[in-house]
């Protein structure tokens, strides 16, 4: 009863340092992707990617960078932190993307607090 | 470009009363629409999705919506609102953009619902 593994669950950061929120499925699903949520504007794309080495920029790229070694791990990384990016980030994956029917299934989210 | 509207931030009804959330939609191409459910501290779930087979389209917990292409809406309905439905309610928009699937979400609704 896996599904999509996000940790840590809470995290508090100070300015400048860096980090790896990691996401991890278990569906041998080829679509991960991250968004992050904020008060009042729904759900942002951060980054995605279509398979194990490719990944492209969503919305927000900005500040984040992502990789995708195996199709099982897609983890988000913060260069250097700022309070900008305090928000709660959620991992999604899901089957083929040219399948517009399919369903995206989300982790629990990361609460990430910046001071 | 696709984008989304939910016309109501917040919506407060009794229990045993009907629930309405009201969705609109802008996409170039035909889309694919999905209700998301999101209770405290918790990831998002399914609640429902249109995959052009029928416009009435019934999800999990008694909730359906109704795709009416020349309204350009996707309301969520459900006849008799249970405390269990207080949560934040998310529809989202998923269609082919320049080569990719791209999910876009509505700002989200917290419905509240009073004894």
């Known amino acids: 009863n896996a599904g999509v593994t996000q940790t840590p669950k809470f995290q508090v950061l100070k300015t400048g340092q860096s980090m790896t929120l990691q996401c991890a499925q278990d569906?041998?699903?080829?679509?991960m992707s991250w968004y992050r949520q904020d008060p009042g504007m729904g759900l942002r794309l951060i980054h995605y990617s279509v398979g194990a080495g490719i990944t492209d920029q969503g919305e927000v790229p900005n500040g984040y960078n992502v990789s995708r070694s195996t199709t099982e791990d897609f983890p988000l990384r913060l260069l250097s932190a700022a309070p900008s990016q305090t928000s709660v980030y959620f991992c999604?994956?899901?089957?083929?993307?040219?399948?517009?029917?399919?369903?995206?299934?989300f982790g629990q989210g990361t609460r990430l607090t910046v001071v | 470009a696709q984008s989304v509207t939910q016309l109501d931030s917040h919506v407060s009804v009794s229990e045993g009363t009907p629930v309405l959330l009201r969705c609109n939609y802008s996409s170039s191409y035909s889309p694919s629409l999905f209700w998301y459910v999101q209770h405290p501290n918790k990831g998002l779930q399914l609640l429902l999705k249109?995959?052009?087979?029928?416009?009435l389209v019934k999800g999990i917990n008694g909730f359906e919506a109704e795709f009416k292409k020349s309204e350009t809406s996707f309301h969520l309905t459900k006849p008799s609102a249970h405390m269990s439905d207080a949560a934040e309610y998310f529809c989202?928009?998923?269609?082919?953009?320049?080569?990719?699937?791209?999910?876009?979400f509505g700002s989200g609704t917290r419905l509240q619902v009073q004894p």
């Open positions: 999604a994956s899901s089957s083929e993307e040219l399948d517009l029917n399919t369903e995206a299934f």
């Open positions: 989202v928009v998923s269609e082919l953009n320049t080569g990719r699937r791209a999910l876009t």
């Open positions: 249109y995959t052009s087979a029928a416009t």
């Open positions: 569906m041998n699903h080829e679509y």
